[in-house]
């Protein structure tokens, strides 16, 4: 059945799989698994069959497996948080998140642009703002 979702045939076997869910029994024990297996994936399978054009996206050369995905949270994930002893609350943890983006894409300077907008703003408008920097910062001159 691989084979033939590779070929473009994802109907076809979907249709296959509804088949061999019919020649189970319905009431034997010895049936019972195959039966929540095979409903399982024709319940999965059925609303999208729309995405499984594994035939155009192979002679697109485009991937179809989730290595690259599972690769690249294992890198930006892994790499930063998993470290021996390291422990994390969510908020915290999803900030830290945001910013390994922020230095893997390389948009430092467009941060930094927007956050230092983002203070200027808050003076501006005389609420309280917490700056940490080891750098001298302009900040806004009374007008």
Not at 26 to 31: L, Q
Not at 33 to 48: D, G, H, M, N, T
Not at 77 to 100: F, N, T, Y
């Amino acid at each position: 059945m691989k084979s033939q979702l590779y070929k473009g045939r994802a109907k076809e076997v979907l249709s296959r799989l509804r088949e061999m869910e019919k020649q189970l029994s319905k009431r034997a024990e010895r049936d019972k698994s195959w039966r929540e297996i095979l409903s399982a994936v024709i319940k999965y399978q059925a609303p999208r069959l729309d995405m499984m054009k594994y035939k155009d996206y192979l002679e697109e050369d485009q991937p179809i497996a989730s290595g690259i995905v599972e690769g690249a949270a294992r890198y930006v994930v892994g790499e930063r948080m998993d470290c021996s002893g390291m422990r994390w609350i969510p908020e915290r943890a999803e900030a830290l998140l945001h910013l390994r983006c922020v230095e893997l894409n390389g948009d430092q300077d467009k941060f930094f642009e927007w956050a230092y907008k983002d203070w200027r703003d808050k003076l501006g408008k005389e609420e309280k703002v917490m700056v940490r920097t080891n750098e001298l910062i302009e900040l806004l001159k009374a007008a």
